[in-house]
């Protein structure tokens, strides 16, 4: 089916989705912000300078490369590889922030705040911010510094002030909560910088636009490698950015079927998983509501609970998604599904075996997915995977399950 890909404006709504659930000491800067950012869309300036940090600091553009032996041993269609994981700081999460790094300084703001699980997205603003010349505080649960204690080094060595939350269960939920409380304190001099496409509006938009250059360029280079469109474009999906950054630029092309993969953690029932989207038809647990700012699908208790979650991969364990995915779902234009722990650490396995690449473990879903369906493909249909990150900081994890 056709689907006509859509720039919210004011409402910023995809379909019922989306939206702006905040107080009302929010509704300045959100609008500032799609303000500031409506300007330096179209500001050759700021695209010139976000071209040049995206080219000589982050690595762009990455591969569009293909896996011979995976195809092989799979027997099915050809498979590429997106290779965001050859990023700097080892994922597509640098795309994002540097472009919310250069609209801070073009709004005035010499500070950043994030908030962070796994530290990714911590350590991405803190490259980021030290690289502009910006002042980064990252919030973090103590139990989530406990668990990812490299990176909280990594993010205090490239200068970010790390400040430990010890609230509620310690975990991102709380780190988010602290975090949007000095934004709200300090608005005139500090950007909230957020990492995927979450989020009152216009978050979901801009962090889209900042990672739409993976299917830009995935779509030339492989009308210049195969002279056609991939069939089938597999993505991981946490919060939903890497995935909505590789389908954006074939939405309006209805022949490419788009495979968006969450986590199924350890089982189907509420608490063992984070597949949002996949658990929506069946599965209770997944319906709309509102969480952070947005009306998405949200895993949640039948009295209107948050759910907790689980994954093996931090990057994919959140009660939300993307209002955008949630619309996309609902249209039939993308498809979800949900790959459990265990299959996506045999799929990290094989992809290191078959093509010498390590993934992360977000990236391992996918992988795992297009395990199972690539041997139902023709040997002429052509697949484009995004491996949104490399799985340096999974070893650890790796090794518990070897
Ligand atoms: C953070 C992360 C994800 C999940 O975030 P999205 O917004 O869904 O892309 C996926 N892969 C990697 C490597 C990550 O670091």
Redesign the pocket.
């Known amino acids: 089916m056709s689907y006509a890909v859509e720039v919210p404006r004011e409402s910023g709504r995809y379909g019922p989705y989306g939206g702006r659930y905040v107080p009302e000491t929010l509704m300045a800067p959100l609008e500032e912000l799609e303000h500031a950012y409506e300007q330096a869309r179209t500001d050759h300036l700021f695209q010139a300078e976000l071209d040049m940090l995206l080219r000589d600091f982050a690595g762009r553009p990455t591969p569009l490369q293909f896996a011979p032996r995976l195809t092989d041993y799979l027997g099915g269609a050809r498979i590429y590889l997106k290779r965001?994981?050859l990023l700097h700081t080892?994922?597509?999460?640098i795309n994002n922030c540097l472009g919310q790094g250069l609209l801070a300084r073009r709004m005035g703001k010499n500070r950043v705040i994030a908030e962070t699980g796994?530290g990714?997205?911590g350590v991405a603003t803190a490259t980021v911010a030290a690289r502009l010349g910006l002042t980064a505080t990252v919030y973090m649960g103590t139990e989530d510094m406990e668990r990812q204690r490299l990176n909280v080094f990594r993010m205090r060595l490239l200068g970010a002030e790390v400040i430990a939350v010890e609230a509620g269960s310690r975990t991102l939920k709380d780190a988010i909560n602290e975090a949007m409380r000095d934004w709200v304190t300090n608005v005139r001099t500090s950007h909230y910088l957020l990492?995927?496409?979450?989020g009152a509006h216009p978050y979901p938009m801009i962090?889209r636009d900042f990672?739409k250059i993976i299917g830009e360029e995935a779509r030339k280079q492989i009308e210049q490698i195969e002279r056609r469109l991939p069939n089938y474009l597999f993505?991981?999906?946490?919060?939903?950015?890497?995935?909505?950054?590789l389908f954006h630029a074939f939405l309006e092309e209805p022949k490419v079927k788009m495979i968006g993969v969450e986590a199924g953690g350890r089982g189907g029932s509420l608490g063992e998983h984070a597949a949002r989207l996949a658990a929506r038809r069946g599965l209770t647990g997944s319906r709309p509501g509102v969480l952070q700012g947005t009306y998405t699908y949200v895993l949640q208790t039948a009295d209107g609970q948050i759910a907790t979650t689980h994954s093996v991969?931090?990057?994919?364990d959140y009660p939300a998604v993307?209002p955008e995915h949630a619309w996309l779902a609902d249209q039939g234009r993308a498809e979800y599904t949900a790959v459990a722990d265990g299959e996506a650490i045999e799929a990290a396995r094989m992809l290191a075996r078959t093509e010498g690449i390590i993934?992360?473990?977000?990236?391992a879903h996918a992988v795992a997915e297009l395990i199972r369906r690539a041997p139902q493909m023709r040997k002429d249909e052509i697949v484009i995977l995004n491996l949104?990150?490399?799985g340096d900081?999974d070893m650890e994890t790796l090794s518990r399950y070897a």
Request: proline share 2%; charged share 15%; with cysteine.
């Open positions: 965001e994981d080892g994922a597509h999460k796994a990714q997205h990492g995927s496409v979450l962090v990672q993505a991981c999906v946490g919060g939903g950015s890497n995935s909505i950054g991969s931090a990057g994919l993307g993934p992360a473990l977000e990236s949104s990150g490399r900081k």
